[in-house]
């Protein structure tokens, strides 16, 4: 990534060590202050310190203004921005933070596309459908159906299926074990036993197809290498077109409707288990501390979104209603 080129460079490296030693990533940090690095070099006409571009709240509001995205972004954006400048404060650089008195964007609500559970047997039964039965192709094909199938029946994140191992797969135990994830958390998830036939039966065509297999990840996409999120992406998009599931992303007053992705199934996952657990006349809202940790969310309080939206017909029905009524 290209280094920063405003006055505040220097400072803006500095501060993204300072947030690397106390363990955050930093590729979000770098993107959300090159928004500003940008801005500034637009509009600091040769200045190169904070006298010759005087920073005020009033320049902030035109910084934001300036934003293309949604709400969301822009107050992730902003809220970088507004540490930054507070790390300058603790400093000794400025005397104030000139962000402190700007007040956030709306909440924008996130609803998300929810595949009901027919309706995911649909999609994969596309993919299926879709597999090249040339030996070139066979394999790699058969991976994407399964890292499709890990979504739908696990809500994996599309990067945890990813950068599975072969290792990760406890066949005995039916388990797998998601290493590394989001929130730098391990955990061992107990798998159904579909999917453990359909792990073995993808195993066993792997053996069958690839001699002397030094590849190291489970879903195999050459003789070195996984899958690319890219492979992943092309394959599930054919199969939303096929099944006629597509819908555009709709923003409709501080409400948005979110399109079918891969990570719809995640969302999926989660609301279909809520749902058959309110089914069997139990609670929900009793079971979100076991989903989160099945998901891997640091807080079980993340899983209670899913508590808004517990099947894809009510979604459909939120949607129909927002339209009619704008």
Sequence with gaps: MKP????????????????????????????????????????????????????????????????????????????????FFQFLV?????????????????????????FSEKQ?????????????????????DLSVYLAVLLQARCGLRISESMHLLRPHYHKQEKCLYIEKTKFKKDRLIPIPSSLVDEINNYLA??????????????????????????????????????CGFEQTRRVMGNIIFGSPTT???RHSFA??????????????QDALPVLAAYMGHCKYQYTAIYLKVLDAQQRQGLVNFVISHP
């Design 4 to 83: 920063f080129e405003s006055f505040l460079a220097q400072k803006m490296q500095d501060y993204i060590t300072y947030r690397q030693s106390l363990g955050y990533t930093i590729k979000d940090i770098k993107s959300n202050l090159r928004h500003l690095d940008h801005y500034l070099k637009q509009t600091e006409a040769g200045g190169t310190d904070f006298k010759s571009v005087p920073l005020r709240p009033l320049f902030f509001l035109d910084f934001r203004e300036s934003i293309k995205g949604e709400s969301s972004m822009i107050t992730q954006i902003m809220g970088e921005v507004r540490r």
């Design 90 to 114: 603790r400093g000794g650089m400025i005397e104030e933070n000139p962000l402190q008195d700007i007040p956030r964007l709306r909440h924008e609500a996130f609803i998300p596309f929810v």
């Design 120 to 140: 995911i047997e649909r999609l994969l039964k596309a993919i299926r459908y879709g597999l090249r039965k040339e030996p070139r192709y066979f394999l790699k």
């Design 205 to 242: 065509v792997r053996v069958s197809l690839v001699h002397d297999d030094q590849n190291p990840y489970l879903l195999y996409a050459d003789k070195e290498r996984g899958l690319s999120k890219d492979s992943i992406y092309r394959v599930f998009h054919h199969a939303v077109r096929a």
């Design 263 to 265: 990570h719809s199934l």
């Design 271 to 284: 609301i279909n288990t809520l749902k058959r657990i309110k089914e069997r006349g139990k609670s929900p």
